[in-house]
């Protein structure tokens, strides 16, 4: 890890922000580091002696859904626990400005939407800008079977294939309606999430390690359309060599400086 960045760097991302007319916002799991949510590739990535890699696949699921439930039961507590941090909130209070600000995000811990939720309980504003969770949710289920999608933070039981969550309407088992290797994104979402990087004037990019395609790419296709790239992350990244300033620091201390 680095040294802060210094003032003036700081102080050019805010202009660069404060002057776009229409901004993408990129996020990953190191926006909810700083709430306690671990992200896949850092430490505390692991569950039990199990990788997220060997867990989140459509092959795992059929081979035992009752410890992928297990796993995603345990997630959804963990998660359950955090709170927004100042990063989530700074960017939800910048999304109520006259400005349209997207949040384009590749994390299911809906920490985006609770930070959005808490920001007009006290404002009651309304805002332009729009969310768009491209890896799905963890707190939604989608049924195995039909079209049933559902909201969902009960807790999981787990404790056989038979206490899993089970569809309302046709009796078959649910999984979390979330994105697993391996499986293609919501064509309609990702297709909404480029459209809105070709547009955007600046792209920041908060707590991605910018590998997961085609997340990535989103960052990559603002930048190509025009797009002044700012990213906020402790460690380089891929995304180096097209941004036009890297800031090395949390999401939580620096995206409150810049927005
Ligand atoms: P990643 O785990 O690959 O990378 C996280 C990045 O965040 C790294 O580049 C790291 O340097 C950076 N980081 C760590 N702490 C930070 C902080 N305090 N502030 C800013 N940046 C910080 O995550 P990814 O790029 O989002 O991709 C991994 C995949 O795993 C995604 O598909 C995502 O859906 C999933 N995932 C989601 C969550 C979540 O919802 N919170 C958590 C873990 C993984
Ligand atoms: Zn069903």
Redesign the pocket.
């Known amino acids: 890890m680095s040294a802060p960045p210094p003032h003036r760097h700081i102080r050019r991302a805010r202009e660069t922000l404060g002057e776009a007319e229409t901004v993408v916002v990129l996020t ?7 709430s306690g ?6 430490q505390g ?1 692991l569950w039990r002696e199990h990788r ?1 890699e060997d867990l989140a696949t459509p092959a795992a699921f059929a081979r035992d859904p009752r410890l992928v439930w297990e796993w995603y039961g345990w997630r959804r507590e963990l ?1 359950s626990a955090c709170a927004p941090n100042a ?1 989530h909130l700074a960017l939800a209070r910048w999304q109520e400005g006259p400005r349209p600000i997207h949040i384009v995000t ?4 809906g ?1 985006h939407r609770l930070a959005r939720d808490r920001i007009r309980d006290g404002a009651g504003g309304s805002t332009t800008g729009e969310i768009l969770e ?2 799905g949710s ?1 707190f939604r289920t989608r049924c195995t079977c039909c079209a049933a999608v559902e909201d969902s933070r009960a807790p999981i039981d787990a404790t056989s294939e038979a206490s899993l969550p089970h569809c309302g309407a046709c009796g078959a088992l649910l999984r979390p309606d ?2 697993w290797f391996g499986e293609p994104l919501d064509a309609h979402v990702l297709d909404r999430a480029f459209r809105l990087a070709a547009r955007a004037e600046v792209c920041l990019v ?7 395609q085609p ?2 790419a989103v960052a990559t296709e603002a930048a190509r359309a025009g797009a002044a790239l700012v990213e ?4 380089v ?1 891929p995304l180096l060599r097209v941004a036009q300033l890297s800031l090395r ?4 201390e620096i995206v409150p400086l810049l927005v």
Not at 37 to 42: A, I, L
Not at 206 to 212: D, E, M
């Open positions: 990953g799991a190191g926006v909810s580091a700083d949510v671990p992200t896949f590739r850092g990535g997220p998660v990063a590749q994390n299911v811990d920490l491209l890896h963890l979330v994105v908060v707590g991605t390690s910018a590998i997961v997340a990535a906020v992350n402790p460690e990244t620091g949390r999401a939580a």
